[in-house]
T-cell receptor
Framework: GAVVSQHPSRVICKSGTSVKIECRSL??????MFWYRQFPKQSLMLMAT?????????EQGVEKDKFLINHASLTLSTLTVTSAHPEDSSFYIC????????????FGPGTRLTVL | AQSVTQLGSHVSVSEGALVLLRCNYS??????LFWYVQYPNQGLQLLLK??????LVKGINGFEAEFKKSETSFHLTKPSAHMSDAAEYFC????????????FGKGTRLSVIA
């Protein structure tokens, strides 16, 4: 199956700093990527939908100025958590799909962000 | 909007016993349904998906799910549980038709007892 990678897998940062998380589709072109957030022992919450070459669409309640998403190419989307605070600590997961009504979303391994 | 509901946040079975994880969907159109598994601190792995080709869908690791329109269900089963099956399982569907995000159930944690 298709492979999606995320980097880094784990990051610890100080409050106030910015953190960039990369999501790459390794063996297919992803026209659409999604970013999810998962709190401990909870389900995934969609943050935003990212289409290559266009602005991301954010879900209600997600601050677009805090969670900057860039989908510059068909294989790479980045999520930057700006001025991170402890409440931003979470597990961030991306997924990618190449398009089509019956297409499958392939998930990255996730990034554990801890803000001190 | 379409949605899924998982019944039971935690299911515990003995090794070798039948695994049954329940998922009901709400959809006004034929849905696309998915089961994903998540191991601790990892992303989601697709177990199987229903796309209306066949009502009984076989997936990886011996799992299968049956689409029952009359019951609006898509329960996940495995005849014999293995210790390695212990994980979190999520049922999901598209929010709407097309190239759209998935909406997930709340998840069911499966424990397997030796």
């Amino acid at each position: 199956g298709a492979v999606v990678s995320q980097h880094p897998s784990r990051v610890i940062c100080k409050s106030g700093t910015s953190v960039k998380i990369e999501c790459r589709s390794l063996d297919f072109q992803a026209t659409t990527m999604f970013w999810y957030r998962q709190f401990p022992k909870q389900s995934l919450m969609l943050m935003a939908t990212s289409n290559e070459g266009s602005k991301a669409t954010y879900e209600q309640g997600v601050e677009k100025d805090k969670f900057l998403i860039n989908h510059a190419s068909l294989t790479l989307s980045t999520l930057t958590v700006t001025s991170a605070h402890p409440e931003d600590s979470s597990f961030y997961i991306c997924s990618a799909m190449s398009g089509g009504l019956t297409d499958t979303q392939y998930f990255g391994p996730g990034t554990r962000l801890t803000v001190l | 909007a379409q949605s899924v509901t998982q019944l039971g946040s935690h299911v515990s079975v003995s090794e070798g016993a039948l695994v049954l994880l329940r998922c009901n969907y709400s959809s006004s159109v034929p849905p696309y349904l998915f089961w994903y598994v998540q191991y601790p601190n990892q992303g989601l792995q697709l177990l199987l998906k229903y796309t209306s080709a066949a009502t009984l869908v076989k997936g990886i690791n011996g799992f299968e799910a049956e689409f029952k329109k009359s019951e609006t269900s898509f329960h996940l089963t495995k005849p014999s549980a293995h210790m390695s099956d212990a994980a979190e399982y999520f049922c999901a569907t598209y929010i709407s038709a097309g190239n759209t995000p998935l909406v997930f159930g709340k998840g069911t944690r499966l424990s397997v007892i030796a």
